[in-house]
């Protein structure tokens, strides 16, 4: 390790790319031998070197050593032995359309048996060894190639290679190569509401929207406002008991579903309760339902104890045959990761909650005898777990149904976190599939100067490779299940995540490459099966080419009207775009969930929230002047190109300065909304072929939902829907409000 630390730091230089004296450094040759990146551009277009000391430790997490000159010879020796000896790839790719070829690391004039068990059970009839050729590789020399059949169908099939007495087994993917989009998208563009479905909530709500709520929203949008869509925080499944994590992006697993969110007075058993039983369920609603009524911060923790218990009452009642034979169903389907996460959750009620000291986290596993035993001590509470998993899918499912039969074009749009709880369900019971000591975030950017550690262990992409991708395979199915369109949250991770090394800050990372193209072609098997649409969200630093590949495989990008200036400028205060320089394979917004409600931004309440829990890293009325700037650039741009009249944008300018008048405030709400419904009307003047509004912007919420940089700070993830005076916007009335219908009206103008 010759090179200085000093002379590696992150810094901004002329440099765009590594020298060749670095490029033939041992230590870097291993790290892009085993996928790591040892230097990135970032969101500003500086060049940055990654320390020697990153990494060592993110190789250490990949299972390979570099803590020292001759380690890294030895793992770099066996690295590429590895790779020559490989019988055949893990993994095979196959583009329908395409000559898609195997490679066989074995002798030209080998006997080669050769089967392929098709997806659903059957062989494949052809002769495969017809296909094999004699290829000159020039770094293997004279090897034989597999030419895989053009009549395969789309899925995931095995093909066994047997050479003397080696024999290995291949997942072969065939994907299309595109997604294609549905046909009613391909006819005009559609467009939807994107709304936190826990905020909210009806007279039988608990305290917290849930899936009932979900299902009325659902049903109004489609049929009184015309959306075709609406994008939903992600529903992931989370902790057993209080105290509930509120961030929907730290699920403790992204297999299964939030619980939480379920209805009881839904469930088919809960009409066949005997009095007893349905007078306690009822004093159990009545204890929380108040809540419902409240503009305050959500108390999720009291919401679900009470709800805990009703579902309990109802989880015992008796069930018909056919309702018994359809569970069986559902757990016969799930396959032993249901089992799992309901193992890990009976844990956490009996035992603690993982995170405690020398908790049973770390002292057991699935193969300990004490995990056995509490199954067997505990099994009503385990099968109340695998119960709950089945009634919110059959939730979920009904208001999908419900989406679809009220017009909507694609109905719900599930939300995929990046990634899971370091102490959920899914490390603790596969470890495997996920490389220790190190967590995911981002680097320093424009927006988060310090970098993101969003303390989430990143799938091993060995075990991705070695088990043909299965488990992501598996989420992404689930999640189309019950959905239209799914986005993909930080799609950047299908390419390359940011790993951060258990004791380093975010700043001191390195990227870790994915093989995004069978991530993308799983997403696109999964999505034409659906007839559906996928969005990763990429935003922030995100390498041009990111979006060209999305776009190539019919994956939309994410275009944000705050966020999009000329040139892709990150500076506050510079020009914005017009809306025809949209990208037309896009899901196009006002706003993201991240920032304030376009009435709080307009009001600049997001300066003062942030000065107030001390997250400004430069004097507070810089950041306000640059907030005044992107927000005068923004009214320019409306009544240059003649969605806004100049005296609403001057009106609003006088109504939002500190030194205002009573008679100048009067009117501001009611300018807010012209420039909110501006906003929108220049959004469907975009070519993007997807165009989403907020709910809180429809309704004149200004209350931030979720600070970056916050977590028991501020109140994330808990805010109830409220309208412009703070009343609340129940779930029954919302798309009757004459705001909302207002905007809906604009945005089917």
């Not at 299964?256 to 004093?283: G, H, S």
């Not at 262990?457 to 992501?472: A, D, H, K, M, N």
């Not at 020009?575 to 709080?600: F, I, N």
């Not at 107030?612 to 650039?633: C, G, K, M, T």
């Amino acid at each position: 390790m010759t090179d200085s630390n000093e002379a590696q730091n992150q810094t901004q230089t002329a440099q765009r790319e590594e020298s060749p004296a670095r490029l033939k450094r041992p230590l870097i040759r291993l790290a892009k031998a085993c996928g790591v990146s040892t230097s990135y551009i970032d969101q500003l277009g500086a060049y940055v070197e990654i320390r020697d000391e990153v990494l060592v430790a993110v190789l250490a997490s990949l299972g390979v050593d570099a803590s020292n000159p001759a380690a890294i010879s030895k793992s770099l020796l066996e690295t590429e032995c590895r790779q020559r000896e490989q019988l055949v790839p893990p993994t095979v790719l196959a583009i329908t359309g395409r000559a898609n070829n195997v490679p066989l690391r074995c002798s030209a004039d080998a006997l080669v048996a050769l089967t392929l068990a098709l997806e659903d059970g059957t062989a494949y009839a052809g002769d495969l060894r017809a296909n094999l050729r004699v290829h000159k590789d020039a770094d293997f020399g004279e090897q034989l190639e597999l030419t895989l059949p053009d009549d395969l169908p789309i899925g995931y099939h095995t093909l066994n290679v047997q050479v003397g007495g080696v024999q290995r087994r291949a997942t072969v993917i065939v994907a299309p190569p595109r997604i294609e989009l549905p046909e009613a998208v391909r006819q005009r563009q559609r467009w939807g509401w994107m709304t936190q479905m826990y905020s909210v909530r009806s007279a039988d709500s608990w305290g917290v929207g849930d899936y009932g709520d979900l299902k009325r929203l659902a049903a109004d949008a489609g049929e009184k406002s015309h959306a075709d869509f609406m994008l939903i925080n992600p529903i992931h499944a989370g902790a057993p008991v209080p105290p509930l994590q509120p961030s929907p992006y730290l699920p403790e697993s992204r297999r299964f579903l939030n619980v939480t969110y379920i209805r009881p007075q839904d469930i088919p058993e809960y009409a066949a309760l005997d009095d007893a039983a349905r007078a306690q369920v009822e004093a159990l609603h009545a204890s929380v339902a108040a809540a419902n009524d409240s503009a305050e911060p959500m108390d999720i923790n009291a919401s679900w104890d009470a709800k805990r218990q009703a579902l309990w009452l109802i989880f015992s009642a008796p069930r018909s045959g056919e309702r018994e034979a359809a569970f069986a169903e559902f757990k016969r389907a799930a396959g032993p990761d249901l089992d799992a996460f309901a193992t890990w959750c009976l844990a956490f009620e009996v035992w603690g909650a993982p995170w405690e000291e020398n908790s049973w986290f770390f002292r057991t596993d699935k193969n300990s005898p004490a995990v056995a035993a509490l199954v067997r001590d505990h099994h009503d509470m385990f099968e109340f777990q695998r119960w709950l998993q089945w009634i919110a899918d059959e939730q979920v499912a009904a208001a999908q149904q419900a989406a679809k039969d009220a017009g909507m074009a694609l109905g719900l749009m599930q939300d995929m976190a990046v990634g899971v709880h370091a102490l959920g369900a899914d490390v603790w019971w596969s470890p495997e599939r996920f490389a220790d000591g190190v967590t995911v975030g981002a680097p320093p950017d424009f927006y988060n100067q310090l970098g993101q550690d969003w303390g989430q262990p990143p799938f091993s992409p060995q075990y991705l490779e070695s088990t043909g991708y299965r488990v992501y395979r598996e989420m992404v199915h689930n999640m189309f299940a019950h959905a239209g369109a799914l986005r993909i949250d930080h799609v950047l991770g299908l390419f390359r995540l940011w790993w951060i090394p258990r004791g380093c800050t975010a700043r001191d990372g390195a990227y870790v490459t994915y093989n995004h193209e069978v991530m993308l072609s799983i997403l696109s098997i999964e999505a034409s099966r659906a007839n559906g649409v996928v969005i990763g969200e990429d935003l922030g630093t995100v390498p041009e080419y990111v979006s060209k590949v999305l776009a190539e495989h019919g994956v939309l990008g994410t275009a944000v009207e705050w966020f999009s200036r000329v040139d892709n400028s990150p500076n506050a205060g510079d020009p914005y775009a017009p809306p025809e320089d949209y990208r037309k394979y896009a899901l196009a917004s006002v706003t993201t969930h991240d920032l304030p409600p376009t009435a709080g931004y307009l009001k600049l309440e997001h300066v003062d929230l942030r000065e107030e829990l001390d997250l400004l890293n430069e004097p507070a009325e810089q950041f306000r002047a640059e907030v005044q700037a992107e927000i005068d650039q923004m009214l320019a741009l409306l009544v240059s190109r003649g969605y806004l009249p100049r005296e609403v944008a001057d009106g609003l300018k006088a109504a939002c300065a500190p030194d205002a008048d009573d008679a100048e405030t009067a009117d501001r709400e009611a300018l807010i909304q012209r420039v909110v419904e501006a906003m929108h009307v220049m959004l469907r003047d975009a070519p993007s072929v997807l165009v989403q509004a907020a709910l809180v912007d429809g309704v004149g919420e200004h209350r931030t939902q979720n600070q970056p940089g916050t977590s028991w700070e501020y109140p994330n993830w808990r805010i109830p829907l409220a309208d412009e005076t703070g009343r609340v916007a129940h779930t029954e009335e919302v798309f009757d409000l004459p705001r909302v219908q207002s905007l809906a009206a604009a945005l089917n103008r």
